[in-house]
């Protein structure tokens, strides 16, 4: 079975320059897959694709079965409700006018959501590990690890089934980056996670299976052990050489 399912996709910003070539990919429900490849090499664009930001030059992409057409309303609207993503920066993507509780019920109000938004945000602040007073706040009272968590709430708040993340723990520091990691481990138990990040080793660390990516190309994809045991292609062997010994080590025991 198959949640998403990218088949012979090829895109490029203008006609002359394609930046993803015959891009394949699978994803089943449930699954955590790590998108690995370095700045440049058409990660961020992909998720683009994904979340039918874009649309492909070429072959297709399905979600639960039906093609992502941009151009069908219906199917949009429903797929957004599915569908989310969490970004890079903390900082940027957080409205710093709006209360903490506006924020992370911006989906549910944009999505026409009925019910209980007031509870419905309480229990995204309980699953990020947030006091529910937190709501009544701003931004710049958090953290960036804290942010990172109040952006995670306001993904997971519409409850969808497809978690898309963005580099999103390049921008900390690593004590809290190992936190954010453990809680999306926590939360991919519920959803599908698609986790992208030129860090092979935060990736193996969360992800079960890896796709390499690089200059638009998947090289290499498979189970996060097999890939860390044995890589095949060079370009997954350099960047498992640039991760310290010590972390690869511990990942892959
Ligand atoms: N809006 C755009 N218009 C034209 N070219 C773009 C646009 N966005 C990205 N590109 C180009 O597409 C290529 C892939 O960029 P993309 O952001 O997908 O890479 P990435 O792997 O996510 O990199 P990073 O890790 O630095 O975010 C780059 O050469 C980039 O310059």
Do not use: W
């Not at 203008?14 to 440049?40: H, K, M």
């Not at 903390?90 to 709006?98: G, H, K, N």
């Not at 690890?145 to 519409?158: D, E, K, M, P, T």
């Not at 690089?214 to 350099?238: C, D, F, M, S, W």
Request: hydrophobic content about 40%; charged content about 25%; glycine content about 6%.
């Amino acid at each position: 079975m198959t949640l998403i399912q990218v088949q012979n996709v090829d895109f490029g910003y203008s006609a002359n320059r394609q930046i993803l070539s015959d891009i394949n990919l699978d994803i089943a429900p449930g699954d955590t897959v790590g998108l690995v490849g370095e700045s440049g090499s058409g990660k961020t664009t992909l998720l683009r694709l994904l979340l039918g930001l874009a649309r492909p030059d070429r072959g297709s992409i399905t979600f639960d079965g039906q093609t992502l057409d941009t151009g069908n309303r219906a199917f949009m609207r429903q797929f957004r409700r599915q569908a989310q993503i969490v970004f890079q920066d903390p900082y940027s993507s957080l409205d710093p006018r709006q209360t903490i509780f506006s924020i992370i019920a911006e989906p549910l109000r944009s999505l026409k959501i009925d019910g209980d938004h007031r509870q419905m945000v309480a229990d995204a602040l309980e699953a990020v590990g947030l006091d529910r007073d937190a709501a009544t706040r701003y931004s710049h009272q958090f953290s960036g690890g804290q942010r990172q968590r109040i952006a995670i709430a306001r993904a997971i708040v519409a409850r969808p089934r497809f978690l898309l993340a963005d580099e999103a723990v390049s921008a900390l520091d690593l004590t809290t980056r190992t936190r954010i990691v453990d809680l999306l481990a926590r939360l991919s138990a519920e959803m599908t996670l698609l986790f992208v990040s030129h860090d092979i080793g935060v990736v193996a660390a969360l992800c079960r299976r890896i796709v390499i990516i690089e200059k638009g190309r998947i090289v290499e994809h498979g189970e996060t052990a097999e890939i860390l045991k044995n890589p095949q292609h060079p370009y997954t062997q350099r960047l498992l050489a640039s991760v310290p010994r010590l972390t690869v080590n511990e990942i892959s025991s």
